[in-house]
């Protein structure tokens, strides 16, 4: 192979210009000779026998020349990339075959887009806002009642009527003008009194009521419900089959050991740290999304769209296999999730913008400063990488080059170097809606 030439010809395209010696091309011709004369029949000669001369002599000297081209052009152009030092992006275009032949051997141009150079205007010291955090009462309670939930067990009722709060099953079945309507039957249904699941004033008329009574309830549909039942009367009769209710533990300090703590005191006190730490965790992790996306809107450059287009591309088909694995099928997914396929598409394609700037950015931080992975650091990623797929290190060493791992390394010790200098400031004051200050008046 020889690299004539590897020239700049528009922002970020370069044609590159290839030469391939005559013996080169020419046991390029005879390797696809080989490979190809098996298909070939030519009379007086057993499929696969005709010597090459006679093939050329009946189908052209050039015969065996497309595909020789097509055999050594991976190569070539990939030695050629790697002697111009230069990154392609995209796949060669505009391919031109000057000169292909035996004799004076082959010789092509074509472009390609390369990896565009970019500025970085802040990369340290970026400011993002951070959420403050504190734990209300409110919350702690919260959070204790849940646990208390948790904890409760159903009682069956049978020595007084039904109260607020309380469990019941029931039969039911709606009319409309005296005629039972779609949907409104069920049996043995369990309805907690003062849950709002049905609509107004249905659960209220079932207070009062004992197991084994039958009885009706009255009620008018809201105005926004379906369009063959809103604003109109209707009667269900009920029959009412048991009534329970939960019973909620104690909260005293034999709960709270049954949590892990010794006194109701210090499972407040364990309930907050708990939820101060989560509120801190949620905060970091939504300062760290703002400090990229911030990083990303430094970086600063003509970037290709076709860095864009297969970035897309690839998120989608990414996706798509993750939610394969787990066996769903995709378009089911997106229904489920209220998608339609262009839209989860754009969704893709928009944050593949994000993607290749964030890569971008962190390249040109490795570079800006000099990042070098330490031997140890490299054993320790191959250590790691055993440890998660649980295969031998040696396995995970003949698989993965080092230099594929030290650069791992490197962009994970410049997005840390971004992360830790950034500058967390209080968010700005939340503007109020027109609405809000109406309901404040």
């Keep these: 192979m020889s690299l004539v030439s590897a020239n700049k010809t528009e922002t970020n395209t370069y044609t590159v210009e290839i030469s391939v010696s005559a013996e080169d091309f020419k046991k390029a011709v005879q390797d696809s000779y080989f490979k190809n004369r098996k298909n070939i029949q030519v009379p007086g000669f057993r499929k696969g026998k005709a010597p090459k001369h006679l093939i050329e002599s009946l189908y052209g000297e050039d015969f065996f020349y497309e595909d020789a081209l097509e055999a050594v052009f991976p190569a070539e152009v990939d030695a050629a990339y790697k002697e111009a030092g230069i990154e392609p992006v995209d796949q060669p275009r505009d ?49 204790i009642n849940y646990m208390l939930d948790r904890g409760s067990r159903i009682v069956d009722v049978d020595d007084r009527p039904v109260k607020d709060g309380d469990i019941v099953v029931i039969d039911f079945e709606g009319f409309t003008d ?15 009194i003062g849950s709002g699941q049905f609509i107004p004033g249905f659960e209220e008329q079932i207070i009062g009521h004992s197991i084994g009574d039958e009885f009706d309830i009255n009620v008018t549909f809201p105005g926004d419900y379906a369009e063959n039942l809103a604003s109109k009367d209707a009667v269900f009769k009920i029959a009412l089959h048991e009534i329970k209710y939960k019973e909620m533990p104690e909260l005293d300090d034999e709960f709270a050991k049954d949590q892990d703590y010794e006194t109701v005191a210090e499972l407040r006190e364990g309930v907050k740290n708990d939820l101060t730490a989560h509120k801190e965790e949620h905060a970091q992790h939504h300062f760290e999304d703002s400090v990229i996306e911030k ?28 939610i394969k694995q787990q066996g769903l099928d995709i378009n089911m997914y997106l229904s489920y999730m209220g998608l339609d396929r262009e839209s ?4 893709m394609k928009e ?23 330490t031997e140890e650091e490299i054993e320790k990623e191959y250590a790691d990488m055993a440890e998660q797929y649980k295969l031998d290190v040696e396995k995970i060493k003949a698989a993965v080059p080092a230099d594929a791992i030290e650069e791992q390394v490197c962009r994970r010790a410049a997005a840390k ?25």
């Design 295 to 322: 990083l990303c809107d430094n970086v600063e450059g003509e970037i290709p769209e076709v860095m864009y287009e297969n970035r897309g591309n690839s998120n989608i088909s990414d996706f798509e296999q993750r």
């Design 344 to 347: 989860f598409e754009n969704m």
């Design 95 to 143: 391919l031109d075959v000057k000169t292909m032949n035996v004799t004076e051997g082959l010789n092509f141009t074509f472009n390609v887009t390369v990896k565009p150079e970019i500025t970085l205007k802040q990369y340290k010291g970026i400011e993002a806002e951070k959420e403050s955090v504190e734990v209300t009462d409110e919350e702690i309670d919260g959070e």
């Design 417 to 441: 170097l971004v992360i830790d200098s950034a500058v967390p400031v209080a968010p700005s004051p939340k503007e109020e809606t027109p609405a809000e200050k109406a309901e404040e008046e």
């Design 351 to 373: 944050k593949a913008v994000n993607d290749v700037k964030y890569d971008l950015a962190i390249e040109k931080i490795v570079e800006l400063e000099a990042l070098k992975a």
């Design 178 to 192: 005296g005629v039972p309507f779609e949907g409104g039957k069920a049996e043995k249904y369990n309805l907690t």
